[in-house]
């Protein structure tokens, strides 16, 4: 795709100074312009480099005064930030269009429904009563197992892999490798040290708007539904077990795990390597930080915590700062034995 | 598939109370029940919502005695929890008694052999002398590499990858994306700060019984075999590494990584997110809390291990509780020195 | 595949004691030997073993004088550990080369381009404009999206994903489930609570002699690239967020995560489970424990850091020992107390 600064300046509501025929093909960050490429420059500290930037054209905003020379062409727009974010989404849209169709060999089981403008890769898997959208994309190597449900404009990257029952709904975007509705880690012990496994017959519900990172997987449950709410995002390599629900807009970062029929609340942010018992009930507006271990959480709203086990993060900074003093704390106790105890009791 | 209520009461042996012949499709709990379901109530505090549940039927005990009006039919059998897990686990059979035939496109070497009754799903790839025994599933996208053998009674979901010359049992269960056979981490630091890779030519063995998580992986062995014994149940995103040995129903809970040539004893039982160094040994019965990291394991039997660098579990909790009060600690060593030092040496 | 004991000799430049014509076809550990394989003897304590192995033949050091019976025959060679390794990486080589042609079905897209002696597997996928090298093997269920370049001599195990615009080394090797630019988990917040997705419109750069491990996830770039420089070894399920570059011959363990926007220097050493925050530089040469946490990391090179958050390596140590004497701490301030305050302010 190629689009001259002044289609560009169109589509932005802006005006351009400098050659409205420049070709311009993708984007690049200020420092880093090359020909053929947009910029933007909105914070005054990156300046400097539109002086010196090879890129073709930069969105500036409209109180942009240049003071020196200017080798590139300038778009001016009411937002440079904005309009740059416009303009990435635009550019992501248009390469999403592309593609549409569907490749040859994929499998879509006789009983299969598949909405309008689809795009099915080569080698995807459609079972039996599997029901997708309109506009979705299902990448290479997607299995859907039997009964599935895939919601409009949803895209599922190559190899995400979603067990038969499962739901997914609409403006849902799940990366390569994800795993959909595999069985909970349920067993019994037995009287002879060996365990028999409990039936997984439940299912995952996804709600509008969720992200799923890449190998992320979510574990059907033992019976009803694990439930990911609506605006939910989960990073990479991140563990749900059954029977789990995570409320509207919480946002999971890399590497977490919650453990099954934990409920967590609405608008929570999970930094990475955290991890969440069980059966536990995790209030609104929580933040837990990187690596944390929470078993037993606040009941109020809108808490910080932090550590492994977790403390409120004011508490547990307080006692890592003098748990990295211990080596002159027992010195000083023991100077204060020396004092008190030598010539006494000891 | 739709069974009637006296359907249901013969296969458990029970009786009915209400219509024999009413429809059931499907499970639910209690609280959750839906017309078309079958529901139990084992547990007394749970009697309420039978009065007001919508489940078409619920299983209770012989000595179940409504004090209230009932909507719902009954079936009354000798253990309403024992009865309904029968209930799933004869439900989960016949959902997977479907699954028979083998789908095209699929991958089957001219010298791959396949048992009896087997599901091989579309794209699924069965290398070179690939064995597969009676009754075994295998989803689509699975790999099987070149001299793979899988026993009886064996369901690899969709996307399983399994590398050349491995090794796996009857009666396992391996969940999706999970990769068994990859190469061991092994790397011979040279003069120039470059890694050489050490050829990784073992493999690995999984024995009967064992469940692996989705996306867990195991590597095989440099030389030898990885070796996961009879009766192991790893959870998702398990990390197992070259040449560890994992003994008989050891239990591994998710996120959890086993270092190389770690050697595992039986019946152990690992929470997430575990590190365990390589080259150790772990008795027997041990028990390890969530995001522990072991590094010097007992000798003994039987502990119950906590934190990072682990302890013995009381230990543990008893530092933990000193670790945060360590303000309070602080502030009474400061006391004692303003009474002790203050007109003194300081 | 089968040798004899004289055509092994011959390879390493070696010297046969016993019968030249021993099939050989495999190797084994000296304490493990069959027969049929070769083992080594390098060093003198495992000479025990030399007289009861069953293996065929063993590799010996030149001086090596057999002070018992022997059943096995020998080779003589100048370094057993090094003509066994060298063995090793022959055996691998063979075997991998046993890999060559284009299985069918596959899928490549008119305008794919491929070199020369590939291995593509069945069910494996190149979209537009790919090039792959010379002597790859591309195995089944592998994907490649639109402008992925791979260099020559690199594998790529069953179920690798790589994303569009993608540039992937010369005699890298990528395992199976790795997922290789995914979006990066970038989320603008709302003032309603919800999350607008920021577009990633970067891709990931692959340098050469790049080991990538098994469901490792790699995110692609904001904009411009995530940089995984020439020599860098990633083990198992690593998390490598967007921006990030790591460089030159770094060492990376299971289950560790990178944050977004990370660098990283060169010949650094992470253990398993390691976390690091985004945005910071770390050092060349720095090594960190198993499970630590970096946040602020030090500022000069060849560092030794350990716990979460982590302290110099020795620091850590320190105040770990006092850690876990941390209730005989107490109990020695309670005594000061009693001593000192009890009989006046108390």
Not at 193 to 217: C, F, L, M, R, S
Not at 286 to 311: D, R, V
Not at 319 to 338: G, M, T
């Amino acid at each position: 795709m190629e689009f001259t600064a002044q289609e560009i300046a169109q589509l932005l509501g802006g005006t351009v100074k400098g050659n409205p025929n420049d070709k311009i093909s993708s984007v690049s960050k200020i420092q880093e312009g090359k020909p053929g490429t947009i910029a933007f420059l909105a914070n005054p500290k990156y300046e400097e480099f539109i002086y010196s930037t090879r890129a073709t054209a930069v969105l500036v905003n409209e109180d942009f005064k240049p003071t020196k020379p200017l080798k590139t062409s300038l778009i001016y727009v009411k937002d440079a930030y904005v309009a740059f974010s416009s303009l990435l989404e635009e550019y992501q849209r248009i390469v999403s269009l592309q593609k549409v169709g569907i490749e040859e060999p994929s499998f879509r089981d006789g009983s299969a429904e598949i909405g309008e403008s689809p795009y099915i890769g080569a080698f995807a898997y459609l079972g039996k009563n599997v029901k997708v959208g309109n506009n979705c994309k299902i990448y290479p190597h997607v299995y859907l197992g039997d009964n599935v449900t895939v919601g409009d404009n949803t895209i599922l990257y190559a190899g995400v892999k979603v067990y038969a029952d499962c739901t997914i709904g609409s403006y849902c975007t799940i990366h390569s490798g994800a795993v959909v509705g595999s069985d909970g880690f349920g067993f019994a012990p037995q009287a002879d040290g060996t365990y028999k496994t409990i039936p997984q017959i439940g299912n995952v519900i996804i709600e509008d708007h969720v992200d799923i990172g890449a190998n992320t997987v979510i574990d059907c449950a033992t019976m009803g539904s694990t439930h990911i709410k609506k605006g939910v995002k989960l990073d990479n390599l991140v563990q749900i077990a059954h029977n789990v629900t995570i409320g509207e807009n919480t946002v999971v970062a890399a590497q977490t795990g919650i453990s099954g029929s934990a409920t967590l609340g609405k608008n929570n942010v999970l930094a990475g390597q955290v991890g969440i018992v069980g059966h536990i009930v995790l209030p609104d507006r929580t933040t837990i930080g990187a690596q944390s271990g929470i078993m037993n959480p606040p009941k109020e709203e809108g808490k910080i915590l932090l550590g492994s086990p977790a403390l409120e993060h004011k508490n547990q900074l307080r006692s890592l700062a003098i748990f990295r003093r211990l080596p002159d704390i027992k010195k000083r106790i023991e100077k204060l034995e020396a004092k008190l105890l030598n010539s006494e009791d000891q």
